[in-house]
């Protein structure tokens, strides 16, 4: 079983809303003490974060995205969910999830799920 | 904003020992974590907080960090390191990514 599974549509239209989850398997997620990222790369770029969330409410988002996005810990389905706001073709991308450890001086992510392709186009 | 710089690409010849840079305004003072991506793969942590090294990872992988640049050192470089790598680091409660650097083996 895949620790981090990313799932969701692989084709969105422009201005409508992203919409991801990433299900977490081998236990419960809250009773890790780990925040849940999304970062995303483009095609033949760099990787780009775009927010962490705790399952107790806590949550840090790229300022550059801060406005469009929504990330949320369902804890009864095990899973974390990412919605992304009026998307355009720039954010056609392969969005991963991962596993992060935050702390005051230090976050980094140990695990990383296999990536969900979702392009945007009419 | 803080912002973080890596070179475009690194070569090395087989078997020598690949140095990567990540140059930020007193980054010694952050904690830099390095991740490996091989060509269609998924990212993988190979250095956390400067110097620590995931169990999984080779020995051959090394961190520092000093100054205003921290450096990721493979020794003994292998075909199977060719990748992009990637160093990040926390900033005003930001995950900041490098741009990425290349490894080409020779």
């Known amino acids: 079983q895949v620790p981090l599974q990313e799932s969701g549509p692989g084709l969105v239209k422009p201005s409508e809303t992203l919409s991801l989850t990433c299900s977490v398997s081998g236990g419960s997620i809250t009773s890790y003490n780990y925040y849940w990222a999304w970062i995303r790369q483009p095609p033949g770029k760099g990787l780009e974060w775009i927010g962490s969330v705790y399952h107790g409410g806590d949550s840090y988002y790229s300022p550059s995205l801060e406005s469009r996005v929504t990330i949320f810990v369902d804890t009864s389905k095990n899973h974390v969910s990412l919605k992304l706001t009026s998307v355009t073709a720039a954010d056609t991308a392969v969005y991963y999830c991962a596993r992060t450890t935050v702390s005051k001086y230090y976050s980094y992510m140990d695990l990383w799920g296999e990536g969900a392709t979702v392009t945007v186009s009419s | 904003s803080y912002e973080v710089t890596q070179p475009l690409s690194v070569s090395v010849a087989l078997g020598q020992t690949a140095r990567i840079t990540c140059g930020g305004n007193n980054i010694g003072a952050k904690n830099v974590h390095w991740y490996q991506q091989r060509p269609g793969q998924v990212p993988v942590l190979v250095i956390y907080?400067?110097?620590k090294r995931p169990s999984e990872i080779p020995e051959r992988f090394s961190g520092s960090n000093s100054g205003n640049t921290a450096t990721l050192s493979i020794s003994g470089a292998q075909v199977g390191d060719e990748a992009d790598y990637y160093c990040q680091v926390w900033d005003s409660n930001t995950v900041l990514f490098g741009g990425g650097t290349k490894l080409t083996v020779l």
């Open positions: 907080r400067d110097k």
